[in-house]
C-alpha cells in the first residue's frame, strides 16, 4: 500500500491546468495572426512558424541533452513563447536570426531558471530585446503593409517605412510635420498604415488583439487588471500631453493603438509567472509598466517602449508580492 501524503489546507479543486491556459492563449493570439497574414502575407507565416519550430526544438533538446528530464513540449507553452517572439518581429525578418532568438528565449530566458513558472523574465520578450540590441538594423526595417514581403527582400529599401512609433518620436524631437503623416486612430485600429512602415507581424491591428483579450477574460484566462491598467495609464498621459501641446505630442487613441503596446499589455505583461499575484499588485505593476513605457517612447533612444518596460517591472515583480500580500485563508483583522 502506498504512502499518502497530504498538503497544508486548504485545498481546492478546479479544472484549470497549464495545457488549458497556453492553448487558450493561442486560440487568443488567432485573430491577430490571421490579421497579420492578411496585411502582410506569407512573411508574416514563415516568421512565425519558423519562431515556434525553433522554440519548441530548443526546449525538447535542452530537456534532453543538458537538463536529463522528460521535456513537457505537450503543456504548450514552448508554441506560446514562439508565437509571442515571431509576432514581435518584422515579417521580412531573416530566418538564422529568428533561430538566433529562440535559442536565447528558450535557453536564457526560460530553461536556465528551471523551465515553466520559474523564470523571472517573459522570454519572448528576452529573445526580442536580445534581438534589438544586437541586429538593431534588421528589427528596425519594416515593411509596407501590403508588400508580402518576405526575408528574401529584406535589403530592399524601397519596401520600408516609417512606422508610427517613429513618426511620434520624430515629432517629439521637434519635427513639427511628422503628426501629420499618421494614420488615424481608426486606421490604426483597423490596421491599415496608408503606406508606412506597418511595424512587427503582431502590433498591426489592435482589433484583433482586441478580439483576443476578450476571448481570455471570457475563459477566465487573464483578468482585466494587468492590460486595463496598463493601456489606461498610457491613454491618460497620453491625452495630458497632448493637451499641453497637440503639435509634438500625438492623439491618445493613436499613441495606444501604435506599436506594441496592445500586444504587450494583453499577452506578455500578463504572463503568469513574470507578473504579481494579487489584484493590487496586478494594478501597480500595470500603472508602472505604463508610465515606463510612455516615457522610453517619447525620450528614450528607441521609439518603442512596451518591451522594456515590462522586463524592468518583470524584475520588480518579486518585490511587489512581497510587499502587496492577500489577507491569509481564515485570517480575522482585530481593529485595536
Excluded at 493603438?257 to 507578473?275: E, P, R
Aim: aromatic residues 10%; hydrophobic residues 50%; glycine residues 10%.
Amino acid at each position: 500500500m502506498g504512502n499518502l501524503i497530504v498538503s497544508q489546507s486548504p485545498h481546492a479543486h478546479g479544472s484549470d491546468s497549464v495545457e488549458k491556459s497556453m492553448y487558450g492563449v493561442i486560440i487568443a493570439l488567432l485573430p491577430a495572426l490571421l490579421a497579420s497574414f492578411y496585411f502582410f502575407g506569407l512573411g508574416s507565416l514563415i516568421v512565425c512558424l519558423v519562431s515556434v519550430a525553433a522554440c519548441v526544438f530548443f526546449e525538447w533538446a535542452i530537456c534532453k541533452a543538458l537538463l536529463k528530464r522528460e521535456p513537457t513540449l505537450l503543456d504548450g507553452s514552448a508554441i506560446v513563447t514562439g508565437l509571442l517572439l515571431g509576432m514581435n518581429l518584422p515579417s521580412n525578418f531573416p530566418l538564422w536570426m529568428i533561430i538566433v532568438g529562440s535559442l536565447i528565449a528558450i535557453g536564457v530566458g526560460k530553461m536556465t531558471f528551471g523551465g515553466l513558472g520559474q523564470n523571472p523574465f517573459n522570454p519572448a520578450l528576452v529573445g526580442r530585446c536580445f534581438l534589438l540590441v544586437s541586429f538593431p538594423t534588421a528589427m528596425t526595417t519594416w515593411p509596407k503593409e501590403g508588400m508580402n514581403m518576405t526575408f528574401l527582400d529584406a535589403a530592399t529599401d524601397a519596401n520600408t517605412g516609417a512606422t508610427p512609433l517613429a513618426l511620434m518620436q520624430q515629432a517629439v524631437k521637434g519635427d513639427a510635420s511628422a503628426l501629420d503623416k499618421l494614420p488615424t486612430a481608426w486606421d490604426m485600429f483597423i490596421g491599415n498604415m496608408q503606406g508606412g512602415g506597418a511595424g512587427t507581424i503582431g502590433e498591426i491591428c489592435a482589433l484583433a488583439l482586441l478580439l483576443g483579450l476578450a476571448f481570455m477574460l471570457w475563459r477566465k484566462i487573464i483578468t482585466w487588471h494587468i492590460p486595463v491598467s496598463i493601456i489606461g495609464t498610457v491613454f491618460v498621459i497620453a491625452g495630458i500631453l497632448y493637451l499641453v501641446d497637440d503639435k509634438q505630442f500625438a492623439d491618445p487613441f493613436q499613441v495606444i493603438f501604435a506599436g506594441g503596446l496592445m500586444l504587450g499589455a494583453i499577452f506578455m505583461a500578463t504572463d503568469y509567472a513574470t507578473s504579481p499575484m494579487t489584484h493590487k499588485g496586478q494594478l501597480i505593476y500595470g500603472v508602472s509598466i505604463g508610465v515606463l513605457t510612455i516615457i522610453i517612447r517619447n525620450w528614450g533612444a528607441y521609439p518603442e517602449g512596451m518591451s522594456f518596460a515590462i522586463l524592468i517591472m518583470n524584475a520588480f515583480t518579486p518585490l511587489i508580492n512581497t510587499y502587496v500580500k492577500p489577507k491569509r485563508f481564515g485570517e480575522v483583522l482585530v481593529k485595536e
